[in-house]
């Protein structure tokens, strides 16, 4: 079945301590977006790519960064992870993302949730 | 700015039907979406709806939609124990497929 897939399901790294989340997916999407989900909250966009082209929410910290390598993979690194970034990290995969050309579903994996200590 | 609100908790009998509701602010949305979050996992798509109709139904799901009133609801018939989860209502919103999210409505099924 073609899916979004996240690694690992569950991370634990130590405060400042550099960590990469990983996703793939099988859809062949242009669109690739990562959303931080803290407990009992909303989850909230922090970038996507549009195939090679790196999308930043104005909010998003400079703590974050990603790459994507090719269009199967795409990486979150968090450079000095703090308290606060303890949280669910999900991706998610749409086939585009042109709102003229309709319905552009967005396709979620399981997510990783992250641990900081 | 944008946002979409939820309440937070619905609590039903397995058997009856579960309406979960949505507001939102952006009137251009073209799509709203429902998404399904079982613990400990990723977002499920559940269904959606296209701003230029009022009603959706996809076997047991239901969507309504109040352009005017910017109001959405998911209505669950025959609500069972393996729907319980969190619901989130999401809008479509900007010039590329950004989706904002509500908090979520915790959903409850007991015999």
């Known amino acids: 079945d073609a899916m979004v897939i996240q690694n690992p399901r569950y991370q634990v790294t130590q405060f400042g301590k550099p960590v990469t989340l990983s996703c793939s997916q099988t859809?062949?999407?242009?669109?690739m977006y990562w959303y931080q989900q803290k407990s009992s909250q909303a989850p909230k966009l922090l970038f996507h790519y549009y195939d090679k082209d790196f999308n930043n929410e104005a909010d998003t910290p400079d703590n974050f960064q990603s790459r994507r390598p090719n269009t199967s993979f795409c990486f979150l690194d968090i450079r000095s992870p703090g308290l606060g970034d303890a949280a669910m990290y999900l991706c998610?995969?749409?086939?585009?993302?042109?709102?003229?050309?309709?319905?552009?579903?967005?396709?979620f994996g399981d997510g990783t949730r992250l641990s900081i200590l | 700015g944008e946002d979409v609100e939820q309440s937070l908790f619905l609590s039903v009998r397995e058997g009856d039907s579960s309406v979960i509701n949505c507001t939102y602010t952006?009137?251009?949305?073209?799509?709203l979406y429902w998404y399904k979050q079982e613990p400990g996992a990723g977002l499920q798509l559940l269904t959606y709806?296209?701003?230029?109709?009022d009603m959706k139904q996809d076997q047991r799901l239901t969507v309504l939609l109040n352009k005017k009133d910017k109001h959405l609801s998911l209505r669950i018939a025959d609500t069972q124990t393996g729907d319980s989860a969190i619901y989130f209502c999401a809008e479509r919103s900007g010039g590329y497929n950004k989706l904002i999210f509500g908090a979520g409505t915790r959903l409850a099924v007991h015999p």
């Open positions: 709806i296209f701003s230029n109709m």
């Open positions: 952006d009137s251009s949305s073209t799509y």
């Open positions: 859809l062949n999407h242009n669109v």
């Open positions: 998610a995969t749409s086939r585009d993302r042109d709102i003229l050309r309709g319905n552009q579903p967005q396709h």
